[in-house]
Nanobody, 120 residues
Framework: QVQVVESGGGLVQPGGSLRLSCAASGSIYRNNAMGWYRQVPGSQRELVARIVTLDGVKYADSVMGRFTISRDAVKHTALLQMNSLRPEDTAVYYC??????????????WGQGTQVTVSS
């Protein structure tokens, strides 16, 4: 099993910054991808940013140029630096990791989510 824990959410004023952290632990043979999704009540979960080992980095258009994702594939940690935050960035942010197990099965694990609120 793999555990994923996020931290760093909170309340920030428009134009401010937050940094989200994600740490995964457990039975990880290889870290294939890590990333962040977000969800607001009544809406589907949407991709914010991800790093895939064989495919590179991808950002949602709405956060391009404002958010930066980074990953340490050995330590199984990821960071999401969020700058120039807007009220529409308010959501619960979920970190995920896609891992290859020692038996060569790929699985995706999710964290519990961290609330980000952008408001004056």
């Amino acid at each position: 099993q793999v555990q994923v824990v996020e931290s760093g959410g909170g309340l920030v004023q428009p134009g401010g910054s937050l940094r989200l952290s994600c740490a995964a632990s457990g039975s990880i043979y290889r870290n294939n991808a890590m990333g962040w999704y977000r969800q607001v009540p009544g809406s589907q979960r949407e991709l914010v940013a991800r790093i895939v080992t064989l495919d590179g980095v991808k950002y949602a258009d709405s956060v391009m140029g404002r958010f930066t994702i980074s990953r340490d594939a050995v330590k199984h940690t990821a960071l999401l630096q969020m700058n120039s935050l807007r009220p529409e960035d308010t959501a619960v942010y979920y970190c995920y990791i896609t891992v290859l197990s020692s038996t060569l099965f790929e699985n995706t694990y999710w964290g519990q989510g961290t609330q980000v609120t952008v408001s004056s």
